[in-house]
């Protein structure tokens, strides 16, 4: 128990800080923010399997969380049956010949010895595959964006629940982490974090303007929950009565019976929103407990330990008889496809698919400052840097506000220069992070929670 006295240290004053949160600015926030923070949590694990466990550098990381959002809408949004009529059929034959593509390049680079008529073969099979793909997709593509544009304009999903988009989002992200793996994983370490940042940008842009997917940048609303609806629950007996029971000593203070029922109803407005992010919270904690659970016992297996021997010194490992390069592989596709269960659980918390927002500030380096912080190879570590950094990147602005005003008490509210810190509030998060960052990596260069390699 005294090996973990830091990590249960570490994880009682986050959840306090949340809890004070509740407390002193809203219990809505306070579980906004503990959603958020779990599948920042997710997100890291994945960061934190990659470079904690094999030393991989991967900037790609928004790539596979938008990834896992389209994986929700493709899942759930109902077909749009119009746009299936009039090119659906072209689009999925264009799928096929994708894969022939894939699998004909696959056959040469396998069968043919090096030479210049293999590369002419390679280029030809690309080549026309292209053309085809041009002079059938472009038709067809043109038809399905024109049906309702303002409200559909592209294909649809399978019209299933969206939990299951958070296993389609894995395979969608390791299928694109198997590719990139096996094109990128051969170079140096700087090269690699260039490449994977290069790719994800390409994942984006062409969610953002291939409408017929996904709406491009107009955007996909109105995702199907997996819990209860407010305004459902605000009409439900038993939620009411559950608000009423709980809330009883303060409804009881109130005389009129008039007075009592506009309180009643206002508590039930605000309960259902709490009880929707608890239910949210209910299901991400879940994710996270199974994830934390095979994490752990991977990392400390004998595949652990010789992930970690490949990480500390290659060439050593090498000559151990390690595959290396299929280490390294499996690890980065494992990684990514965590990374696409958070894209997913990320849609499926804000109910809308926004290819726009996806910005390497928020989705890529925001993570790897959560891997730092908390501390990279210990799996604890990663999700504690996931909830620290993300509680000071919201609450940055009031914490900043709160001290401004502190401080400047004795100024006039009109005085220039408490205005213009005033104005200044949403950019102290910035401040705030880089000097949170620069004291970690003074005081605590391997982290909050450092990795541990002799735990048993």
């Known amino acids: 128990m005294k090996q973990y006295a830091n990590v249960i240290t570490a994880y009682a004053i986050m959840i306090s800080l949340i809890i004070l949160v509740g407390i002193f600015q809203s219990w809505n926030i306070a579980f906004s923010i503990f959603n958020l923070c779990l599948i920042s949590a997710v997100m ?4 934190n399997i990659q470079w904690g466990y094999a030393g991989l550098i991967n900037f790609g990381i928004m790539g596979y969380t938008a990834l896992g959002g389209l994986a929700a809408v493709l899942v759930s949004v109902p077909p749009v049956r119009e746009a299936w009529q009039v090119g ?5 034959f264009c799928l096929l010949v994708i894969v022939l593509i894939v699998f004909s390049i696959r056959y040469v680079l396998k069968n043919f010895q090096k030479s210049k008529r ?8 690309i080549i026309i595959g292209l053309i085809i793909l041009r002079v059938v997709s472009g038709p067809a593509i043109h038809s399905i964006e024109a049906v309702e544009p303002a409200k559909t304009g592209f294909l649809g999903g399978l019209g299933l629940p969206i939990i299951f988009s958070w296993i389609v989002g894995a395979f969608f992200a390791g299928g ?5 793996g096996k094109v990128a994983l051969g170079l140096r370490a700087d090269y690699l974090a260039i490449a994977t940042l290069l790719i994800s940008e390409i994942v984006i842009a062409v969610i953002k303007h291939e409408d017929w997917l996904a709406r491009g940048v107009k955007n996909v609303i109105g995702l199907k929950r997996p819990v209860p609806y407010e305004v459902n629950l605000q009409s439900e007996q038993w939620f009411i009565d559950l608000v009423a029971k709980w809330n009883r000593g303060v409804l009881d203070l109130i005389s009129t019976a008039e007075e009592k029922q506009a309180a009643l109803s206002q508590l039930v407005i ?20 199974i994830l934390l659970f095979i994490t752990q016992k991977a990392l400390y297996s004998p595949w652990g330990r010789m992930m970690r021997a490949i990480r500390d010194n290659e060439e050593a490992a090498n000559a151990m008889g390690k595959n290396v390069v299929k280490q390294h592989l499996l690890i980065f596709i494992l990684g990514s496809a965590i990374v696409g269960i958070a894209g997913a659980m990320m849609v499926t918390h804000d109910g809308l698919f926004t290819p726009g927002s996806y910005r390497p500030m928020r989705y890529t380096f925001l993570i790897w400052v959560m891997v730092i912080v908390g501390g990279s190879g210990n799996n604890f570590g990663a999700i504690l840097g996931g909830f620290a950094v993300w509680f000071l990147w919201i609450e940055a602005a009031p914490i900043a506000l709160f001290l401004i005003n502190l401080f400047t ?4 509210d009109t005085n220039t220069f408490k205005l213009h810190l005033i104005d200044s509030v949403p950019y102290f998060r910035f401040l705030m992070m880089g000097i949170g960052l620069l004291l970690i990596m003074r005081y605590r260069p391997k982290g909050i929670l450092p990795e541990k390699i002799n735990i048993k």
Do not use: D, P, Q, R
């Open 176 to 180: 694109l982490a198997y590719i990139v």
């Open 270 to 289: 605000e309960s259902s929103s709490v009880f929707v992010k608890i239910c949210y919270s209910g299901l991400f904690l879940i994710v996270v407990i």
């Open 409 to 412: 008490s004795g100024l006039a």
């Open 44 to 47: 890291t694990m994945g960061a």
């Open 88 to 92: 659906g059929l072209s689009m999925l």
């Open 118 to 125: 293999k590369n002419i073969y390679i280029a030809s099979i």
